[in-house]
């Protein structure tokens, strides 16, 4: 099915104006500076907060 009238472009990009994607808001590790999510575990070195910390697993060769 075809429309019956033709969109101009200024309605159009009026409708897509939404879609624009946003880059991440990263902030530094405040333990070893790797930038992370914010209220997110690091995944460098698992700090989350003065109170908490995941434990991580190291690679051994």
């Known amino acids: 099915m075809l429309p019956?009238?033709?969109s101009s472009k200024a309605r159009k990009n009026k409708r897509r104006s939404?879609?624009?994607l946003r880059?991440?808001?990263?902030?530094?590790?405040p333990k070893c500076g790797v930038a992370k999510l914010p209220h997110a575990a690091c995944q460098n070195c698992g700090y989350v907060s003065s109170d908490v910390a995941l434990a991580m697993k190291s690679e051994e060769s």
């Not at 880059?23 to 590790?29: A, E, H, I």
Request: aromatic share 8%; hydrophobic share 40%; glycine share 0%.
């Open 23 to 29: 880059r991440p808001n990263l902030v530094s590790c």
């Open 18 to 20: 939404h879609q624009a």
């Open 4 to 6: 019956i009238f033709k």
